[in-house]
């Protein structure tokens, strides 16, 4: 979506970033009257936190490893984060962060380790791993991850490249859109729907030269990324760890080519994805 970034508050004349509250109430005095007073830029993260602290310690007091009184809690929580999260902010295309990977992961973990009959020591001595320091971006290396819980990593890369590249396309629309002049050479500057204008500002920002050529190649490579994405999804995340870490650096470098436009970034893209071949996703490669 595309959000006016500055608000002002039509009761006291207060000024805010909604980018940084996520709301168009005043934070100075509560009133929802506000008009914004910029032009549109495409938005689509929230400013939320993830604090796992409180988890943390219900699950350190438990006798049990996944108290039932405390699971549904935290995945409530995680799904809250994962769905208020998203990838651009104030016109900028944003990295797939740290936390939102182990987020996912470990929303993931929790619902698979739930479903083993006979959990081992490395099993739950992982999933409290994740918990312990996904709010801080910290999730264990490939080389960790229990093949009872490899899938929770592999349907983790899944949800987080799908909803990556979800943003990312619709940054690529936008940047479209900014890089086509009407017939004056620029973008229209007529009303919105509130009766405020915008000035033909752009509503998505890149750096590096000629960004409308890295949209075509951003665009193919995405959707080679996606045909990987899906076999995996079949799978039910059933790859080998370091296939689905792949998967996340290939979106992770994508997401650099778009910002600034690196023709290494696009190469160490395709060289991911390439390396995520069908050999590397075979489920019965444990």
Known sequence: MKVRGERECQSCGARWSYYETGSVACPNCGDLRSVGVDDRTAHTDAAVALDLSAHRERFADAPETLPRSGVDD?????????????FIDGGRLLS????????????EAVDCFERLRDPTDADREYLLGLLAGADEGERPPAGEVPNALREARGMAAVRAVEAYRSDALDFLDELEADAGPDSNGERDAGPDSNGERDDGAPAVAVGGENPAARIAPARDAFERLRDRVTRVDALGGDVSPAAADALVEAVGALGEYVRAGEESALATADDLIARASVDDLDPTDR
């Open 74 to 86: 935290l995945q409530s929580d995680l799904r809250e984060y994962c769905r208020k999260r998203g």
């Open 96 to 107: 797939l962060d740290d936390t939102y990977l182990a987020a996912r992961e470990l929303l």
